[in-house]
């Protein structure tokens, strides 16, 4: 408490006890020490992202906690008073939505009878929004250096943390909101990183990264712990190349082009969810069209589709020769447009 600013410590002995308090800042800025430091004459529930799709109700879960009192509190002499902490918000807006509206709804019929204090990123989710509008907020938000400001990355964030030695439990919060790109991102940075490039970090890295995906995808549905999956995809690649990291870090690293090639196809796969035709069935009916040695019939009525579109059809052709092994061109598809659907 002492070492932050005095703007937000005066902030803070100015909450309002009636409201939820919102502690809001960047991973790694102490939300939570400051959360336990204001409940710590308190009994605290704390739903952290351990809880992200929880095998139980989670709204049944608090109430359940908060609302009954336990034998170690009924048998202590002191009269402690419980409090709920919800940290991690991001991690729920990012991985279990139907939980933090639980959370949220639950947290109106809590106040002001307990103290409640959330911690989270800065966010424009709608839900966050409503929550945000119901609590006294104040700005966590730690005083960077001067490269820090000019690229306020938490990629960079995690790298300048790493050079200090910081603690599992600091490393596990700092990349628990994304550490699917942070992964990436560390994949692509490697080289400029460490003092001396050795292919057996880079492979360890690596497979580490791919157990994650594997685990992430494949095992999704068992509700594995997030802390395994920032293991595999942040922690332990991490500390592969901590001791091995260039004493001065950079102020710009390359942002991952897996990325921005995943962001397009998951937007292109939104379209295809989003629409009644069956474009790649579409596209396959091209494909014989193009390729068949035999002569086949393709006529306007029989792809026709009022809400059709090339554009659309064009973007799944990508996906199209992927899974069925093809190497079917946007210059063959569209001359096969021409004939059929043009004359």
């Given at each position: 408490m002492?070492?932050?600013?005095?703007?937000?410590?005066?902030?803070l002995t100015q909450w309002p006890q009636e409201k939820p308090l919102y502690l809001m800042g960047p991973s790694g800025s102490g939300k939570s020490e400051i959360a336990h430091h204001l409940l710590r004459d308190h009994h605290i529930i704390h739903i952290t992202r351990e809880h992200i799709?929880?095998?139980?109700?989670?709204?049944?879960?608090?109430?359940?906690?908060?609302?009954?009192?336990?034998?170690?509190?009924?048998?202590?002499?002191?009269?402690?008073?419980?409090?709920?902490?919800?940290?991690?918000?991001?991690?729920?807006?990012?991985?279990?939505?139907p939980s933090l509206k639980k959370m949220i709804t639950l947290i109106k019929q809590c106040t002001p009878k307990?103290?409640?204090?959330?911690?989270?990123?800065?966010?424009?989710?709608?839900?966050?929004?409503?929550?945000?509008?119901?609590?006294?907020?104040?700005?966590?938000?730690?005083?960077?250096?001067?490269?820090?400001?000019?690229?306020?990355?938490?990629f960079q964030m995690i790298l300048e943390k790493l050079s200090t030695h910081p603690s599992l439990s600091e490393l596990f919060r700092l990349c628990s909101s994304e550490y699917s790109i942070t992964s990436l991102n560390l994949l692509e940075n490697y080289p400029s990183l460490i003092k001396r490039i050795s292919p057996h970090q880079l492979a360890s890295m690596y497979t580490g990264i791919c157990y994650g995906d594997n685990m992430e995808y494949k095992y999704?549905?068992?509700?594995?712990?997030?802390?395994?999956?920032?293991?595999?995809?942040?922690?332990?690649?991490?500390?592969?190349?901590?001791?091995?990291?260039?004493?001065?870090?950079?102020?710009?690293?390359?942002?991952?082009?897996?990325?921005?090639?995943?962001?397009?196809?998951?937007?292109?796969?939104?379209?295809?969810?989003?629409?009644?035709?069956?474009?790649?069935?579409?596209?396959?009916?091209?494909?014989?069209?193009?390729?068949?040695?035999?002569?086949?019939?393709?006529?306007?009525?029989?792809?026709?589709?009022?809400?059709?579109?090339?554009?659309?059809?064009?973007?799944?052709?990508?996906l199209y020769n992927y899974l069925y092994h093809k190497q079917f061109t946007r210059k063959q598809l569209n001359k096969i447009y021409k004939e059929v659907y043009v004359s």
């Open positions: 002492n070492s932050l600013p005095p703007k937000t410590r005066e902030l799709k929880f095998t139980k109700d989670i709204s049944k879960y608090i109430e359940d906690s908060l609302f009954r009192k336990n034998v170690l509190m009924m048998m202590t002499s002191v009269n402690c008073m419980k409090a709920l902490l919800l940290d991690d918000i991001q991690v729920f807006v990012k991985h279990d939505k307990y103290k409640i204090i959330c911690c989270g990123h800065p966010t424009n989710d709608k839900s966050v929004q409503s929550l945000l509008k119901m609590c006294y907020t104040v700005d966590i938000t730690p005083i960077m250096s001067l490269s820090a400001i000019h690229n306020p990355s938490s999704i549905h068992t509700n594995l712990d997030m802390d395994l999956r920032i293991f595999y995809a942040c922690i332990a690649p991490l500390i592969h190349i901590k001791h091995n990291l260039h004493t001065k870090p950079r102020t710009q690293y390359k942002y991952n082009s897996y990325i921005s090639r995943s962001m397009i196809q998951i937007h292109n796969q939104t379209l295809l969810k989003q629409s009644n035709i069956d474009y790649l069935q579409l596209i396959q009916k091209f494909y014989q069209y193009h390729s068949s040695p035999y002569p086949v019939s393709l006529s306007f009525d029989e792809i026709y589709h009022p809400e059709f579109t090339l554009t659309t059809l064009e973007k799944q052709l990508k």
